[in-house]
């Protein structure tokens, strides 16, 4: 059966919005009153991992304990920052935090359902980080690290 050509235009329209959106690098961020100006991504990573609980405020006060936020479990975009950022693939991810919960010493970071509600979150809290594709965020909120997918 032959597609109409309005449908082969939504299609081709769909399959270059997707690849777009794809092709978007993964930042970090933080609140624009948040005193950091970057984060390395070992910085980033010890966040993440539950390594290091606050983050550098770039002057000799005492650091921002940092409030950190998660997508989802099975969000594409989570398989893509943390292979980016460290390269640990998702099934890597999940026994690190299987083994700390086990030792009780550590929590993962804060799950929030979207990045909508990490962009919001970050925005409302001066120590607050999350990740996003860049091309949902605005100037709400300041990149301290782009990772390229």
């Known amino acids: 059966m032959r597609r109409s050509l309005p ?3 939504v299609v081709s329209l769909l399959c270059l ?3 777009l959106a794809s092709a978007a690098d993964v930042v970090v961020i ?3 009153d948040n005193p950091l100006q970057s984060l390395s991504q070992r910085e980033v990573s010890d966040l993440y991992l ?3 609980r606050s983050f550098q ?3 000799d006060r005492t ?3 940092a409030r950190i936020y998660e997508q989802p479990a099975e969000s594409p975009l989570r398989d893509a920052f943390f292979r980016s950022l460290n390269g640990m693939n998702i099934k890597q991810l999940n026994a690190y935090w299987a083994r700390l919960r086990f030792s009780g010493e550590v929590l993962p970071p804060t799950v929030l359902p ?3 509600s990490v962009v919001d979150t970050v925005r409302r809290d ?3 980080i999350g990740y996003v594709h860049s091309s949902e965020i605005g100037d709400s909120v300041k990149i301290v690290l782009r990772l390229k997918e």
């Open 17 to 19: 919005a997707w690849s």
């Open 126 to 128: 001066r120590n607050a």
């Open 50 to 52: 539950g390594r290091a």
């Open 57 to 59: 405020n770039g002057d």
């Open 114 to 116: 979207n990045s909508r």
């Open 7 to 9: 449908a082969r235009i």
């Open 30 to 32: 933080v609140h624009p």
């Open 63 to 65: 650091p921002l304990l």
